[in-house]
C-alpha cells in the first residue's frame, strides 16, 4: 500500500493492515477504460445493440446481457437479525500483559495492535429501515490476530432475552413485523412481541434495559457494548476462568429523546450511520477500552444467579471491571456492501486462550452464525471474501464449493496422507493449535432448565432500583408507548401484571398509562444481593467532553458575523463542530461588516440533528428569526428534548419570544447571565471564551433532564 494510501486511512496499524490485505482486491478506477467482465473494452454503453433503429434488441449484444444479469443478481439475502448496520476498520491495542490470564496472542504484551472490523446494528428492522429505533445495537468486532480471527458479537445491552437458544426463532418471529401484514417495521411495539414477553418472565430484565434509554442511543460512538454470554480465558499452562467482556465508549453513554428518535427516522434515517463516518472523516476516532470481568472457577457457585444465565448481568460491584485495553475506529469502509454486507461474524471464531462456556444461549449461538452465512453469502467459501480473510495463514483439506477463490495445489486433500508429506498437519498446543478446555461435563439427557436460572425478576428490580428519577420517567413513558400500542387489551394487562413483580409502583404507573388494572399485590420475588448498582444508570458517569458534538447557530441576514465565527471555532477547538442554519442557503451579510454562509436551510435540517443551539447577537438578524415560526420552533424543539440552548446580545431576545422565557428564564445571574442549567444566555457580556466555557460545560451535560416536567413548550 502507498504512503499515501496508508496516511488517508489513517493506518496506525503497522505492516500488517487490514487495510493492506484488502489492498490486493481494491479497484482504482481512475483514468481506466470501461470494460466487460471479461476485460473487453466497451466502445458504448448506453444504446443497446438492435436491428434497426426502431427494431428489436439482439442477443449478440454480450455487453447489454452481462450489464443487466449481472444486475438481475445484485441483491443477497439480508441478515435475519441485524439486517441494519454499519461498519468501521479500526485497531485494537492492548494496555498490559495478560497473559496471565489467557494465551490469546493479541492480548500478549503492552502496545500490542491488531486490526479490527467493526459493525454496528439494530437488531429488528429491516436492511433499509430506520437507525434511531428503539431496539438493542450490535456491536460486532472481528480481530484480526495472528492466531487466526477472533469475533467478539456483542450488543450494547448486557443480558438477553431469554436463556435458551431454542427460543430464538420464536422470539424473532414474535419482535418482527407481524406475518399477515408486514407491520409494524422496526418495532417492538405490536401484539405478538408484548404477547411473547407475558409468556416469557425471564424476558424482564432486557425489557427494563431495552426500554431505558439505552434502546435509543445517541450515537455508535456514545454506547457500551457487552458480550452478554459468559465465556472462559484459558491461559497457557491450561487453566480456565470465567470472563465476561465489556467495551466502555469514551465519550460517556449518551441517549436521544423518544420524541427525536422518532422524528430523526423520517428527517434523516441513516443518523447513526452518518455521525460515524462524519466522525471519522474529521479525525474524532471513536474510542471504546475494552474491559473484563475474571471470575475464578472456584467461584461459579458464590453468586446469588447462574453464571451460565445470559439474563443477569455480574455486578460491578462484585466483581469490579479490568480495562485491558482500546479500540479505536480510524477508517470508513470503501464499499459498503464488500465490507459491511458481506462481514460474517460468528461467535465461534475464537483463539487458542479463549474459550465457551455451558452458557445453553452461547451453545445455541455456536452453531447459527455459520448456518445463517451459509444461505447468506452463498456458500461454504465465504471466509475467502476479502473482509473475512484472516491475517493468519489458512490451509486444511477443504475443497471446491461455489466461488472457490483459493487454488488448492497438490494431489492429496486428506488427512493423513503420505503422498503430500503429511500436510497439512495438525498443530499441538505449543504450536498454537486449538485445544479445547477439558472440562469435567456429566448428566442426563434432559429437556430441562436448572432451577438456578428460574429467578426473573431480582435483577430487573436491581436495574430498576438504580435508575436516576429521569431514567425512570423514560422507562415509564416507553411503557406506555410500547404497550399502549397493543391492541389485545388482556395482553395489555398480562404485561403490566408481569412488570409489577419487577416493581409494585412500575405495576401501578404502567396500568395508569395503558388503561388497564392496577395489577393486585404480588407475593414476594426473590431479591438481588445488591440493593442498587450505580454503575448501571448512564447518568452516573458523564465524561466532560463535547468531541464529535453538533452546534446549530440561528441566523438571518444581519447577525453578528464576529460572534459566529468565534463560535465554530471555538467549538471546533473543543473538537465538535457548527454549522449555520437559516429560512434559505446562502451568505448573509452581518451587521458588524463579515459575511456568513448558511450551511443548513430549515427545510434540509432541524433541531433534532443538533446537539445544542446558539443565537448570535444581530438586532435586524434576530428581529427576522423571531418572524421565523420555524426558528421559534428550532428552539422549543430543542427545549422540549432537554438540550443546551445558548444567545448573546440581542441573540437573548429570540429566546424571550419563543415558549421558553414564560417556563425556563428564571433571573439575572451575574455579568448579565440568566440561566437555567441548559439555558446560558449572555446579553451584555462580551468574553465569549468565558460564555463559551458556560456553553460547553452545559453541552457536556449532553441533556438536562429538570426541563422534562416543562411541559407547556410544545415539540
Ligand atoms: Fe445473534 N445472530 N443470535 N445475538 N447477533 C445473528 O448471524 C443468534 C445473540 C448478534 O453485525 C445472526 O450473521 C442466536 C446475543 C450480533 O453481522 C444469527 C442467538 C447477542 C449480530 C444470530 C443470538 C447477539 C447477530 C443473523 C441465541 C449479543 C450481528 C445474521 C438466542 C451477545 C452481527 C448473522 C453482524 C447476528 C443468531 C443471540 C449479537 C441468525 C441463535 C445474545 C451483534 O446467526
Not at 414477553?197 to 431505558?212: F, K, R
Not at 472457577?297 to 455480574?314: C, G, P, R, S
Amino acid at each position: 500500500m502507498s504512503e499515501q494510501l496508508k496516511k488517508a486511512k489513517h493506518i496506525d496499524v503497522d505492516e500488517k493492515s487490514k487495510l493492506s490485505d484488502l489492498e490486493e482486491f481494491r479497484e482504482y478506477p481512475e483514468g481506466q477504460f470501461l470494460t466487460t467482465n471479461q476485460g473487453v473494452r466497451v466502445s458504448e454503453t448506453d444504446m443497446s445493440l438492435k436491428a434497426g433503429e426502431r427494431g428489436p434488441t439482439l442477443l449478440e449484444d454480450f455487453h447489454f446481457r452481462e450489464k443487466l444479469t449481472h444486475f438481475d443478481h445484485e441483491r443477497i439475502p439480508e441478515r435475519v437479525v441485524h439486517a441494519r448496520g454499519t461498519g468501521a476498520h479500526g485497531y485494537f491495542e492492548c494496555y498490559e500483559s495478560m497473559a496471565e490470564y489467557t494465551m490469546a496472542s493479541f492480548l500478549q504484551e503492552a502496545g500490542k495492535k491488531t486490526p479490527v472490523f467493526v459493525r454496528f446494528s439494530t437488531v429488528v428492522g429491516f436492511r433499509g429501515s430506520a437507525d434511531t429505533v428503539r431496539d438493542a445495537r450490535g456491536f460486532a468486532t472481528k480481530f484480526y490476530t495472528e492466531d487466526g480471527n477472533y469475533d467478539l458479537v456483542g450488543n450494547n445491552i448486557p443480558v438477553f432475552f431469554i436463556q435458551d437458544a431454542i427460543k430464538f426463532p420464536d422470539l424473532v418471529h414474535s419482535i418482527k413485523p407481524e406475518p399477515d401484514d408486514e407491520m409494524p417495521q422496526a418495532s417492538a411495539a405490536h401484539d405478538t412481541f408484548w404477547d411473547f414477553v407475558a409468556s416469557h418472565h425471564e424476558n424482564a430484565h432486557m425489557i427494563m434495559w431495552l426500554l431505558s434509554d439505552r434502546g435509543i442511543p445517541r450515537s455508535y460512538r456514545m454506547m457500551q457494548g457487552f458480550g452478554v454470554n459468559t465465556f472462559r480465558f484459558v491461559n497457557k499452562a491450561g487453566k480456565g476462568r470465567f470472563v465476561k467482556f465489556h467495551w466502555i465508549p469514551k465519550l460517556g453513554v449518551h441517549s436521544l429523546v423518544w420524541d427525536e428518535a422518532q422524528k430523526l427516522a423520517g428527517k434523516d434515517p441513516d443518523y447513526h450511520r452518518r455521525d460515524l463516518y462524519e466522525a471519522i472523516d474529521a479525525g474524532h476516532y471513536p474510542e471504546y477500552e475494552l474491559a473484563v470481568q475474571i471470575i475464578e472457577e472456584a467461584d461459579e457457585q458464590k453468586f446469588d444467579f447462574d453464571l451460565l444465565d445470559a439474563t443477569k448481568i455480574v455486578p460491578e460491584e462484585q466483581v469490579p471491571l479490568k480495562i485491558i485495553g482500546k479500540l479505536t475506529l480510524t477508517a470508513r469502509p470503501d464499499n459498503f456492501f464488500a465490507e459491511v454486507e458481506q462481514v460474517a461474524f460468528c461467535p465461534a471464531n475464537v483463539v487458542p486462550g479463549i474459550d465457551f462456556t455451558n452458557d445453553p444461549l452461547l451453545q445455541g449461538r455456536l452453531f447459527s452464525y455459520l448456518d445463517t452465512q451459509l444461505i447468506r453469502l452463498g456458500g461454504p467459501n465465504f471466509h475467502e471474501i476479502p473482509i473475512n480473510r484472516p491475517l493468519a495463514p489458512y490451509h486444511n483439506n477443504q475443497r471446491d464449493g461455489y466461488h472457490r477463490m483459493t487454488i488448492n495445489r497438490g494431489k492429496s486433500a486428506y488427512f493423513p496422507n503420505t503422498v503430500g508429506n503429511g500436510d497439512p498437519r495438525p498443530a499441538s498446543r505449543e504450536e498454537r493449535g486449538y485445544v479445547h478446555y477439558t472440562e469435567k461435563v456429566e448428566g442426563k439427557k434432559i429437556r430441562a432448565r436448572s432451577d438456578s436460572f428460574k429467578d426473573f425478576f431480582s435483577q430487573a428490580t436491581l436495574f430498576w432500583n438504580s435508575m436516576t428519577g429521569p431514567e425512570k420517567t423514560h422507562i415509564v413513558k416507553a411503557f406506555h408507548f410500547e404497550v399502549g400500542k397493543v391492541k389485545s387489551l388482556e395482553i395489555r394487562q398480562r404485561v403490566t401484571d408481569m412488570f409489577a413483580n419487577v416493581d409494585p409502583e412500575l405495576g401501578r404507573m404502567i396500568a395508569e398509562g395503558v388503561g388497564v388494572k392496577v395489577p393486585a399485590p404480588k407475593a414476594p420475588q426473590k431479591k438481588s444481593k445488591l440493593d442498587k448498582s450505580p454503575a448501571l444508570s448512564q447518568l452516573n458517569k458523564v465524561p466532560d467532553t463535547i468531541v464529535g458534538r453538533k452546534v446549530a447557530i440561528l441566523a438571518a441576514e444581519g447577525v453578528k458575523a464576529s460572534e459566529v465565527e468565534q463560535m465554530k471555532k471555538a467549538v471546533k477547538t473543543a473538537g465538535a463542530s457548527a454549522e449555520v442554519v437559516s429560512k434559505v442557503q446562502g451568505l448573509h451579510k452581518g451587521s458588524d461588516g463579515g459575511e456568513v454562509m448558511v450551511d443548513k436551510s430549515y427545510v434540509t435540517t432541524g433541531s433534532i440533528l443538533y446537539d445544542a443551539v446558539f443565537v448570535p447577537g444581530g438586532k435586524q438578524s434576530v428581529e427576522t428569526l423571531k418572524s421565523h415560526g420555524d426558528a421559534i420552533h428550532f428552539l422549543n424543539e430543542a427545549f422540549r428534548h432537554c438540550k443546551p440552548i445558548g444567545a448573546m446580545g440581542e441573540g437573548v431576545d429570540l429566546i424571550k419570544a419563543s415558549a421558553i422565557s414564560g417556563v425556563s428564564i428564571s433571573g439575572e445571574g451575574k455579568g448579565g447571565i440568566v440561566s437555567d442549567k441548559g439555558v446560558v444566555t449572555a446579553r451584555d457580556e462580551t468574553d465569549l471564551i468565558a460564555f463559551f466555557e458556560r456553553f460547553r460545560k452545559a453541552m457536556a451535560q449532553h441533556r438536562h433532564w429538570d426541563r422534562e416536567k416543562k411541559e407547556a413548550v410544545p415539540a
